[in-house]
């Protein structure tokens, strides 16, 4: 099992890793300060995970609140199913809610335990391989809004993060593609070695090798751990974390919650990144191609939706969270390895970035 810690002063908390962490009591008992404990998951890991995990924590009294799932689902009703399932059982200040699932999972329990009576604990229990690497990570909580991706939410961290890499087992393989984009992500925004360990280990983490997946994990996890702990609330730093996710919350809003995967979006997102830096001569055409090659090794989309004009993309990008007095900066990149966050480009490039052929791109590099 392997140890990293977000180090936020007082409110640090350790990431673990490793196979069958669920069965493991001591990775979650000493992070459970009441006798109550909720587990919030869904009911697709619900009967894959939810007793393995209720054993473990049998010493506690538990309370299972089982919502629909899909990123669909991640609004204000079933936000409520939550507030109802912890009432109904008359759940005190220190219960301790455990976030068992994806990402949609841990951004509403997390976001349930930010509210409930005003903030009770909450355990991170990621099971797709995009919570494990990024969202369970870092305290950002929330639901969407129609207008906008993840638009309402707060910053509260979780007591710990478990992640039980043998969940993996069971994910269907569009998931996993769809947590490699956020794991290329990290090579791309701060680490070139790591992508240069990437394009060797691909076709290995495909194969759903255990030591490779492990080692994607810590090290994505380590620069999540890294940039969170350097600016926690995203007064600056913490926005490189979003390469892509400008263009990709405008495919996800655009499209209808959950008919693009998140890290698909998220992939067709960066290759429009990659665009608009290269237009601006900061990468070179092939830096953007080495990136587009890796996202197409994965699996993921590479090209934005057929019927997404510019103005679309305008549209949902005018409400996005880096839009700050009315300016809309995008994370871009200097070079692989080295993100930037700026509102300093040209608007005739940006313009160009979302009229650009990436079909034709893509049918270039061989897709
Ligand atoms: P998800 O939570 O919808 O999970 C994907 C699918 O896999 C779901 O159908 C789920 O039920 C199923 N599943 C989960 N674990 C499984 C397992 N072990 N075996 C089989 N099926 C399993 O999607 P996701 O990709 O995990 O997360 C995407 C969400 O995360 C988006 O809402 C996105 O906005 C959010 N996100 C948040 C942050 C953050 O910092 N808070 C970062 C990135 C993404
Ligand atoms: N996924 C972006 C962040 O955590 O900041």
Known sequence: MRTLKVDLGERSYPIFIGADLLTDASRFLPYIAGRQVAIV???????LYLER??????????????????????NWETLQLIFDGLLQARHDRRTTV????GGVIGDMAGFAAACYQRGVDFIQVPTTLLSQVDSSVGGKTGINHPLGKNMVGAFYQPKAVVIDTTTLATLPPRELAAGLAEVIKYGLICDEPFLAWLEQKMDRLLALDAEALT???????QAKARVVGADERESGLRA???LGHTFGHAIETHMGYGVWLHGEAVAAGTVMALEMSTRLGWISPAERDRGIRLLQRAGLPVVPPGGMGPEHFLEHMAVDKKVLDGQLRLVLLNRPGEAVITADYPRDV???TLRADYRALAAQLGE
């Open 240 to 242: 490189i974390l979003n």
């Open 98 to 101: 455990i976030a068992l699932g």
């Open 41 to 47: 998951t869904n009911e697709t890991v619900a009967p």
């Open 53 to 74: 995990l209720s054993q473990t924590l049998r010493e506690r009294t538990m309370t299972a609140i089982v919502l629909p799932d899909g990123e669909a689902f991640k």
């Open 215 to 221: 080692e994607a994990i810590e090290r994505s996890c």
């Open 350 to 352: 940006l313009d160009a």
